[in-house]
Structures are given as C-alpha cells and as structure tokens.
C-alpha cells in the first residue's frame, strides 16, 4: 500500500489522508482514515499545500529569512538548494537527499540514508562544496538543514542562508520538479530490490540527468554544459570525475 501512496502522492501532493483515503477506497482497499494517516506519517508524507513532512523544524534551531524572493538567477554558482525525499524499496525505503545549482538545474552532490540524521545532508554538502561555492544556499526549514553543524558549515564558508516559508514549496520550485523526474524517470520504472541497489540506479541515473538528459528550460542543453560552462566554476572545470558522480557504490552516512 505504501508504494500507491507514494505514486499516488507524486502525482496529486496535494492530497491529504482524507482524499487519499478515498482514492486507496476506488482502487479496491478497505482501509481507514488512521491508518493511511499512520502510513503517510511514516513515509514523511503530508499534502502539500503542504509540502513533505520531512521538513519538520527542530525546536531552538535558527530559521533564516527566504532570500530568493525578487532575485534574478543568473549565473551557476549564484543558488544551490537541497531537499530530502522518500524513495522506496521492495521492502522498506531510504531517504535521499541532493544539492542542485539552480541555475544549471545541475546536481552537484546526493546521498542516500535509512533514516533523517544531518549526517546524510552534511555529506552531500561536502561533495557538492568539491565543485564550488554558492553565494546564496536555500533549503526548507527541517531539523537537518536548521542544525547548528548544517549552518555553522555554511556560514564558516560565508554562505548567504535563505530557508523556504513554511507550507511553501514553491519556495524551493527547482528541487520539488527534481524530486517528481527522479520518481517518474527512474524510482518508479525500476522497482529497487535493496539500498545497494537504488544507489547503483542512481548513481547511474544522476550521471544521465546532469550529462546527457536534455532540458526544455534550458533550451534543450544538459545542465553539465550550462554549469561547466561558466567562467565562475574553475574549480569544478578540475573535477570531471566527481562531475559523473563516480563515487563508492555504497558511499552513505
């Protein structure tokens, strides 16, 4: 039931327990509001006027301010994002997490994880700060991306923070089409088996995504050709390698 709620959820995040509830009721499951309730609960999942509940804040943590509103983006390297999402298994399911440049749409960085520490999120930071520096680093307002060790890292590289309103994923517009092409394009179609399996998968499919999958914003280039393009990313020009995201199979926190 968990795999229909979730594609179910990418297709309509706008659906509550209620109205997913019934849904689950026309496809032929006798179930009730509380346990699809308890079920979305575990998944991280909410309607999304109403975006994922993987974004609950820590009580203390610091919020930031959302700076992007009114920003022209005009360069790579001006934005990063990263967000979390629920991917799953054949039995269970792991957590993802990725770092994009907002103007290429490139994914500098992801890991995957069995659970919601900050570990995971401050791993894929690191590799995404191999590449190069954002002026400007925006996420949601999750215990993850609030912690003192999230921030602290940040700001010690004098990274501007701007965090998403709360219930406003359009705030973070860029990442939340990522996270529906990854689930369409490759979750979905591939049915994993285990953790090692989903991160081979993607692995494999970010490499495509960045490097060969042609996107209609960006006047159908790849977001490697966008991003390496630039003068402003000498750094990344070095790194080829880690462009392709050629990691240890099993690299997670």
């Excluded at 790579?76 to 994002?81: L, R, T």
């Excluded at 440049?101 to 919601?116: N, T």
């Excluded at 088996?193 to 914003?217: G, I, M, P, T």
Aim: include cysteine.
């Amino acid at each position: 039931m968990q795999r229909l709620i979730d594609e179910q959820y990418t297709r309509t995040p706008f659906y509550g327990t209620r109205k997913m509830t019934y849904w689950l009721g026309e496809q032929g499951y006798r179930v009730n509001v509380k346990r699809v309730r308890r079920l979305m609960r575990h998944m991280g999942l909410e309607a999304i006027y109403a975006k994922p509940r993987l974004s609950v804040p820590e009580p203390g943590h610091r919020i930031s301010p959302y700076g992007l509103r009114g920003l022209s983006i005009e360069r790579p390297n001006q934005v990063w994002s990263s967000d979390i999402t629920y991917v799953r298994l054949r039995q269970g399911f792991i957590f993802l997490t990725a770092v994009m440049d907002w103007y290429s749409r490139y994914v500098l960085a992801w890991e995957v994880s069995g659970s919601l520490e900050t570990s995971f999120c401050l791993a894929a930071l690191e590799w995404a700060l191999q590449l190069g520096q954002p002026e400007i680093f925006n996420t949601d307002q999750g215990a993850q991306f609030t912690s003192e060790a999230f921030t602290g890292r940040l700001e010690a590289g004098g990274i501007d923070i701007s965090m998403d309103g709360r219930g406003r994923a359009s705030d973070n517009i860029f990442i939340e089409r990522l996270w529906r092409t990854v689930k369409y394009e490759e979750v979905y179609l591939k049915d994993y088996w285990d953790v090692r399996d989903a991160v081979c998968n993607l692995k494999s499919y970010f490499a495509f995504y960045n490097q060969e999958r042609l996107h209609q914003a960006l006047g159908y280039q790849t977001p490697a050709a966008i991003y390496f393009r630039s003068e402003r990313c000498p750094v990344a020009r070095r790194k080829t390698e880690v462009m392709k995201v050629d990691r240890v199979i099993d690299r997670r926190s």
